[in-house]
């Protein structure tokens, strides 16, 4: 190498000890001393790059903050007008409902901006143990419940599988709030939220739906990105950009899958895939009655139908929680013949019972 691209070569090194990484780093030489400079130059870029990224975030950063900052002054305003008139005496439950929906809205906000801070420091998956979902997945639901009757809302929690994840509690919870409060938050009122879980293979599904504003095409390749938001001017309170970034960080570490379809002005559904913890793969007694050999259930219901097509509806009603089910059973009681003829047509045609049994 000769002495002059030796120079070069130190200086360049020394443009980049320096930090000094907006200056370009020139390629001369041969054919070595070009490699070496390209990949010197490269180095700059990247170093560059990185500073430039870091610079973004800290400034999306700020901006959530100032966001949240802001998002948090509404609800305490409108809570303190409430709590004022509550105070002079006016009892009405329609005020105590709307405090409960702006406090829930400043929970989520606080949540959120201190959920994304302690992700980027630790693991998000830490202190995960095997959850039972269904009783979960239904207590967690339903806590959702009052506020969406406080918007007017039609609010329906179907399915409670009897399987079992490995997670963290707090982090499954998370993202059941935040798919369900976006469903709420976007949701006029006199609309619909179906918040429904249920066993498929290997897995357990969460299904999300609602009739709200719904999400433009141009949108939907990014709102899982971190501080994305659709709604620019920022018109819809308690919007920050993060809490559909955390929730898919979340599915991520549990080796799940979060899905979305939507449609401006028709609505949204967001379905989570979660895989069942490995080796507790529990079945139901009516998944193990439809796994039985076609013959022994033909059997079965050739002489006990009459009690079965009841006993059936009732077990598989304890699984999933779907009251037409439960209906369907109670009506068969005195209907047990017509019961009995339909589900062994059914067992005889599709190998398992069909009629108001999911």
Request: charged share 30%; with cysteine; glycine share 6%.
């Amino acid at each position: 190498m000769k002495r002059k691209t030796r120079r070069s070569v130190y200086d360049a090194i020394a443009q980049l000890n320096r930090l000094d990484i907006d200056t370009p780093i020139s390629i001369e030489g041969d054919v070595f001393e070009r490699r070496i400079f390209k990949q010197l130059e490269t180095l700059r870029r990247s170093m560059r790059d990185a500073r430039d990224k870091n610079k973004a975030d800290d400034e999306k950063r700020k901006v959530m903050i100032a966001s949240v900052a802001h998002d948090l002054k509404t609800p305490l305003a409108v809570i303190s007008g409430y709590a004022e008139s509550l105070s002079d005496g006016m009892d009405d439950k329609d005020y105590t409902a709307l405090i409960l929906q702006k406090t829930e809205e400043m929970n989520s906000q606080v949540l959120t901006l201190v959920e994304s801070s302690r992700n980027e420091i630790q693991s998000i998956g830490s202190i995960k143990e095997s959850v039972l979902f269904g009783e979960f997945f239904k207590t967690e639901a339903l806590k959702y419940e009052k506020l969406a009757q406080s918007k007017k809302l039609t609010f329906i929690v179907k399915g409670a599988p009897y399987v079992t994840v490995y997670a963290n509690r707090q982090q499954l919870a998370r993202v059941l709030q935040n798919l369900i409060s976006n469903a709420i938050k976007y949701t006029p009122s006199g609309g619909k939220i179906v918040v429904k879980a249920k066993k498929v293979g290997k897995e357990v599904r969460v299904i999300v739906r609602d009739n709200g504003s719904g999400i433009s095409g141009e949108s939907l390749p990014f709102i899982f990105d971190k501080f994305y938001m659709e709604d620019k001017s920022r018109t819809v309170s308690g919007s920050n950009g993060l809490g559909l970034y955390i929730t898919k960080e979340i599915v991520d570490d549990l080796s799940g899958v979060i899905e979305v379809k939507s449609k401006k002005e028709k609505g949204s559904r967001f379905v989570v895939r979660i895989p069942i913890e490995e080796g507790k793969i529990r079945r139901t007694i009516t998944e193990a009655f439809d796994a039985l050999p076609h013959n022994v259930k033909t059997f079965l219901y050739l002489f006990f139908g009459g009690i079965l097509c009841s006993l059936y509806r009732f077990q598989k009603f304890y699984e999933t929680r779907h009251r037409a089910t439960l209906i369907a059973g109670i009506l068969l009681i005195p209907l047990f013949l017509l019961g009995w003829a339909a589900d062994f047509f059914s067992l005889v045609v599709c190998d398992r019972i069909t009629l108001v049994a999911d």
